[in-house]
């Protein structure tokens, strides 16, 4: 596991929660 991917998973995380 990555930094990129953990930012890239926080950020789809978020942007679903958002919806």
Do not use: C, D, K
């Not at 890239?8 to 958002?18: G, T």
């Amino acid at each position: 596991m990555s930094l990129f991917e953990l930012f890239f998973r926080s950020r789809l995380f978020h942007a679903y929660q958002l919806v």
